[in-house]
């Protein structure tokens, strides 16, 4: 998956770097720091992820992240 890709999806979600880090569960204070490396390609999406951010363009949502529903 492309750089530009990651950030397309992320955008056609409405979902800030921080927001899309949350949904896939990644840890750290800034989810959304492993999210700018994927889209300055610093970083390569693993398949694991990829699997989501196309389920994610496909209209997959979420429930609950952190017992916290999703926008």
């Avoid at 700018?36 to 951010?53: A, D, F, I, N, Q």
């Amino acid at each position: 998956m492309t750089p530009a890709t990651v950030k397309s999806i992320r955008k056609s979600l409405g979902l800030t770097q921080n927001e899309l880090g949350r949904w896939l569960m990644l840890s750290g204070e800034q989810p959304g720091h492993t999210v700018r490396m994927w889209e300055m390609g610093k970083r390569p999406v693993t398949g694991p992820v990829e699997v989501c951010l196309t389920a994610f363009a496909g209209g997959y949502v979420p429930g609950h992240i952190d017992g916290e529903t999703v926008k």
